[in-house]
Antibody, heavy 127, light 106 residues
Framework: EVQLVESGGGFVQPGGSLRLSCAAS????????IDWVRQAPGEGLEWVGR??????????EYSPSVKGRFTISRDNSKNSVYLQMDSLQTEDTAVYYC??????????????????WGQGTLVTVSS | IQLTQSPSSLSASVGDRVTITCRAS??????LAWYQQKPGEAPKLLIY???TLQSGVPSRFSGSGSGTDFTLTISSLQPGDFATYYC?????????FGGGTKVEIK
């Protein structure tokens, strides 16, 4: 069974840091991209960033709203992806989800579409 | 790429046919997904590649479109379908979501 479990959320003051973890199980971790998506209270979904798979060199992408402040990394020995969040601002307050991306094989392989999601972890940035 | 969903909310009855649209500010081919989210839960993938039904999702859900205009249709609304629906494009970074459509009980 595919499972994603986030942890590490909590309360932090503006300017502070927090590291979220996403522990994966039930699938070949190195084959899949993992995205981070957040949702501010009462608001819609916002894509935060991405960790690509082994074939694509585990490279990363970020939303402009977090680029330079957030860093995504992964530890394949632990089947985990991390979201290091620095210089946190009040507008970063949200539930943070990690989501596995589908691997679609074919003439042109494609990695995308969030087929499994974690339960989310709440980050509150406030003074 | 901006995704504009309409309507932002709608009221419907069980058994109604419901259509939600998602318009992209530039062409995204068919790199679009639809999700359903209920309060307090993570989103659930319904449709990917604009029109492919995710495994386990009831066939009353369908998606269509390519380029800039996309549609999610629920052919006969069921009690468990009252939720918020989001589209997401996977064509261009940064990936983006639509603003959501809340489907409420009439």
């Amino acid at each position: 069974e595919v499972q994603l479990v986030e942890s590490g959320g909590g309360f932090v003051q503006p300017g502070g840091s927090l590291r979220l973890s996403c522990a994966a199980s039930g699938f070949t971790f190195s084959d899949h991209y993992i995205d981070w998506v957040r949702q501010a209270p009462g608001e819609g979904l916002e894509w935060v960033g991405r960790s690509r798979n082994k074939v694509n060199g585990y490279t990363t992408e970020y939303s402009p709203s977090v680029k330079g402040r957030f860093t995504i990394s992964r530890d394949n020995s632990k089947n985990s992806v991390y979201l290091q969040m620095d210089s946190l601002q009040t507008e970063d307050t949200a539930v943070y989800y990690c989501a596995r991306q589908m691997s679609i094989v074919g003439t042109t392989p494609f990695w995308g579409y969030s087929d499994y999601w974690g339960q989310g972890t709440l980050v509150t940035v406030s003074s | 790429i901006q995704l504009t969903q309409s309507p932002s909310s709608l009221s419907a009855s069980v058994g109604d046919r419901v259509t939600i649209t998602c318009r992209a500010s530039q062409g995204i081919s068919s790199y679009l997904a639809w999700y359903q989210q209920k309060p307090g839960e993570a989103p659930k993938l319904l449709i990917y590649a604009a029109s492919t039904l995710q495994s386990g999702v009831p066939s009353r859900f369908s998606g269509s479109g390519s380029g800039t205009d996309f549609t999610l249709t629920i052919s006969s609304l069921q009690p468990g379908d009252f939720a918020t629906y989001y589209c997401q494009q996977f064509n261009t970074y940064p990936l983006t979501f639509g603003g959501g459509t809340k489907v409420e009980i009439k």
